[in-house]
């Protein structure tokens, strides 16, 4: 679904992705580890359309109406255009809109409301109201899939850090999201509402058929999560595969986990 091809950034005189290549496989839930400083962010970053690359390229397949897949290079192209294409992110720290309510926090997230055109507002204001409708109905619909209507009037700002994870979650729910980056979305979650979150993640992908990249340091979620794991070290790839064959590889250990087989368990 997403392959990089000798992907690199430089910053300055930092180098921060070294002629990265990986893929993304479509219905996969793919982690990606490594420790400070490989390059997962940056990577993510790329991808997002919030940076673009020094050199390489990132390039992207969809399917379409016909069920015909089209590849296309998507380097350097702005956020906007990502989000319209299906590619959606979260952030380690939640970007919640904290003086409106959770349902508001979902309603604002769609594309194509009307109701952002004076002219629309003016002249076509059944059509307005009933796009309202729609998009009041699916950030319903998320809620309930997510355990949140009881706060769904309650400011974002007051929920939770696991709560506000859960927000973030729901907002890509509110996209027609093809593939999700997830950036480390156990940080500062409680462990009951961490599983609900993995659980979540989990559902999203086998019954609504999101694709997913996580950068996680929560081993044991990305054990339980993902298959394949990715492991980045100096901006490169370092090895990949099952979690478990990972985690026994000399090289993890040395440049990750410790040095030690017993701390990668």
């Known amino acids: 679904m997403l392959r990089l091809e000798d992907l690199t950034k430089n910053f300055g005189g930092v180098l921060a992705v070294d002629g990265c290549n990986l893929e993304i496989e479509e219905g996969k839930i793919t982690g990606l580890i490594g420790p400070n400083g490989a390059g997962k962010t940056t990577i993510f970053n790329m991808i997002a359309g919030a940076l673009r690359p020094t050199s390489g390229k990132i390039l992207y397949t969809s399917r379409g109406e016909d069920g015909k897949e089209s590849t296309v290079d998507i380097s350097g192209l702005p956020t906007h255009e990502m989000f319209h294409r299906g590619i959606v992110r979260t952030f380690q720290i939640p970007h919640e809109f904290g003086a409106l309510t959770v349902l508001e926090n979902l309603?604002?997230?769609p594309a194509e409301q009307h109701g952002e055109s004076l002219y629309q507002s003016?002249?076509?204001?059944k059509k307005v109201i009933d796009r309202e409708r729609e998009v009041r109905r699916m950030a319903e619909d998320a809620l309930e899939f997510l355990s949140l209507t009881h706060v769904r009037d309650e400011l974002a700002q007051n929920l939770s850090g696991g709560q506000k994870k859960l927000l973030e979650l729901g907002r890509t729910m509110m996209t027609d999201a093809k593939l999700v980056l997830l950036d480390e979305p156990g940080a500062g979650v409680?462990?009951?509402?961490?599983?609900?979150?993995?659980?979540?993640?989990?559902?999203?992908?086998?019954?609504?058929?999101?694709?997913?990249?996580?950068?996680?340091?929560?081993?044991?979620?990305?054990?339980?999560?993902?298959?394949?794991?990715?492991?980045?070290?100096e901006g490169k790839v370092l090895t990949q595969g099952h979690m478990k064959d990972v985690r026994r590889d000399e090289?993890?250990?040395?440049?990750?986990?410790?040095?030690?087989?017993?701390?990668a368990a």
């Open 107 to 109: 309603m604002v997230v």
């Open 122 to 125: 003016w002249f076509h204001r």
């Open 190 to 233: 409680n462990p009951t509402l961490l599983r609900k979150l993995a659980d979540m993640i989990r559902r999203l992908n086998k019954e609504r058929g999101y694709t997913f990249c996580i950068i996680e340091h929560d081993m044991d979620m990305i054990a339980s999560l993902c298959d394949p794991v990715i492991v980045l070290a």
């Open 251 to 263: 090289r993890v250990l040395d440049a990750y986990l410790g040095g030690g087989e017993e701390e």
